[in-house]
Structure formats: structure tokens, C-alpha cells
């Protein structure tokens, strides 16, 4: 047990961020030696040829600056699968049109809402940056696609179009329909894309074909020699991703980041090593859960990842 000792930190002159996180491997500390052995996990990963790499995570990020990381996994082309819920879609689609702006926790909501300003978190969006504008966009897209006589899609298929036809660079769909990257939405009819396809399907006989969704993903993960997971947060994104891979001896790499308790029994909570024992993350795994705000903690992860492959 006693091979490695801890080394303090050490601040040169003109030290860059890499060069601080390099550090922590043998700092090491609490969460710092977690978030190392994360980097560490993921390199491995990307790495390893045989390895099918899963990406999950929630829509709150993406409006945040940290869809901006996102993105970077995925025109980098650092990852095959993404598993992800409809709100995603929502931000995605209108960060490429609209802003969002910085607030506080504390705000007046009440005065918010007569202003027509939604705060998620810190952050304020308008609803002309919102609602308005995926209304508008989503709309027309299912107008195109009923023209053509598209009248049945996959969340996969549906993530393609969004992304070809409505979003531009800074988008996490325009990148993953380019470098043709499945994305996967369970959820779809939580969020306001989601409102947006039913309410074209009150006039129009449109469907969603989510078990063909399912069976693609079951093909992706049954064609993988191996699978490994970067999964941020919670929720049916996390489940998804744990869940279809438990069918084929569980992830071989996971890395979780999460701010959420397991003690009330949420999946969203769950620690991998509870994941093991329902076979969804394979017993001799690489895992590691980095417990903090991804907001925080994902870039330092990815900065450092970047730089060393």
C-alpha cells in the first residue's frame, strides 16, 4: 500500500492550468485525486480502439458555457454515442439564435415572470430566446419534413435533421450530425421540442418511433467489444446509458460526475459501485464518480484530456 506518498503543490512562474491539474496525481487530496484518477480513466477509454464511448448528460449544462465542452467531444470526435434529454435539444436550438444572460440564484421571480424571463439556476432566459424561438424553428423543420413525406422518426433520425437543418457551428447536433454521432432522446416529449412535435401531431398523423431507437441502441452495444461511459448528472440520460449496457456485461470505463446523495435511493445518486451489482458496470471496471458541479469540474477534465491526446 505504501508506494506513493503525497507531494505538496508547486507554483512556478507562468504555470498553466494543465500544468496544475498534471499536479494532482500526486497531491492527490479528496476530490482532486478523483478528478485525476477521472483524466486517467477517460484517456484509456478514448484510447482504446475496441471501446464503444458513450456520452450522457443533462440539458441543464447546455445553457450553460459547458455546452461549449460538449461540443468539443463531439466535433473532436472523442466519443460514438450520445444519450441525452430533450431539454438538451431545446438549448441547443436556441443558444445557435438567441442569447441566454448571466443572473443570480437570488432573483425576484415573481418580477421575473411578469418581464417574461425564465432563470434557470443563474441564469436568465428570455422567452423570446426560448419558447418563441424553438416554436419558430421546430415548426418549420416539421413542415419541411411532412412536404417531403417524412411522417415517422426516430429520436436519432430527429436529432440529425435539427442538426443539418436548424443549427449552426457552436451546436452539439450540427457536430454530431456532421460526424454522424447518434443521439439518443428517451424523454422526448419533456421539453419544449417535445410539446412542439405533439402539437404538430394534433393536425398531422407524425410519430416518434422510440423502440426503433431502442433497438438501434441495443445493436450499437451488442457490435461493441467494449463500452465505457462519461456520464454527467442524472436522471433518464444516466439510466439509459447504465441501463442498455447491462445486457452485455456492463461498462468496461465509467466516470461519473454528480452533485447528487445516494441516500435517498436515487438513481440519479447512485454510486457506480451500486450499478455493479445490477451488472450495468462490469466488476472490473475502470470507475470513478468525481463528486461536484460539472460546470466546475467537466472543463478541467476535458482541458486536461485534450491535452494529453
Not at 169 to 197: C, H, M, R
Not at 212 to 231: C, E, P, R
Not at 253 to 262: F, G, N
Amino acid at each position: 500500500m505504501l508506494k506513493e506518498y503525497i507531494k505538496d503543490y508547486e507554483f512556478p512562474e507562468g504555470i498553466t492550468i494543465n500544468e496544475l491539474i498534471n499536479q494532482m496525481e500526486d497531491a492527490w487530496g479528496f476530490t482532486a485525486g478523483k478528478l485525476s484518477s477521472s483524466i486517467n480513466i477517460l484517456e484509456r477509454m478514448i484510447k482504446d480502439k475496441n471501446c464503444k464511448k458513450f456520452l450522457s448528460f443533462t440539458a441543464n449544462l447546455v445553457a450553460t458555457g459547458t455546452r461549449g465542452v460538449f461540443k468539443e467531444l463531439v466535433k473532436r470526435r472523442m466519443i460514438d454515442v450520445i444519450i441525452t434529454t430533450c431539454g438538451t435539444l431545446d438549448h441547443d436550438i436556441a443558444r445557435c439564435w438567441k442569447k441566454y444572460y448571466k443572473g443570480s440564484f437570488r432573483m425576484d421571480d415573481s418580477y421575473l415572470h411578469k418581464k417574461g424571463i425564465n432563470r434557470l439556476g443563474n441564469i436568465l432566459v428570455p422567452n423570446e430566446s426560448y419558447g418563441t424561438i424553438i416554436e419558430k424553428k421546430i415548426q418549420q423543420l416539421l413542415i419541411e419534413l411532412w412536404k417531403e413525406g417524412v411522417k415517422e422518426l426516430t429520436t436519432k433520425q430527429l436529432c440529425q435533421e435539427i442538426g443539418l437543418r436548424i443549427c449552426n457551428e457552436s451546436s452539439i447536433l450540427y457536430w454530431a450530425a456532421k460526424n454522424k454521432i447518434p443521439v439518443f432522446i428517451p424523454g422526448i416529449t419533456d421539453g419544449a421540442v417535445g410539446y412542439q412535435i405533439w402539437l404538430f401531431s394534433q393536425d398531422h398523423k407524425f410519430k416518434i418511433d422510440l423502440l426503433k431507437d431502442s433497438g438501434q441502441i441495443n445493436d450499437i452495444v451488442f457490435s461493441a467489444k467494449k463500452t465505457g461511459a462519461l456520464i454527467v448528472g442524472g436522471g433518464i440520460s444516466k439510466h439509459h446509458t447504465i441501463w442498455w449496457n447491462q445486457f452485455k456485461d456492463g461498462l468496461d470505463y465509467a466516470v461519473y460526475i454528480s452533485t447528487a446523495e445516494e441516500w435517498d435511493g436515487s438513481l440519479s445518486g447512485a454510486k457506480p459501485r451500486e450499478a455493479i451489482s445490477w451488472g450495468k458496470i462490469n466488476e472490473k471496471a475502470k470507475q470513478v464518480l468525481v463528486q461536484g458541479d460539472a460546470t466546475l469540474i467537466l472543463p478541467l477534465i476535458i482541458s486536461s484530456l485534450l491535452n494529453k491526446i
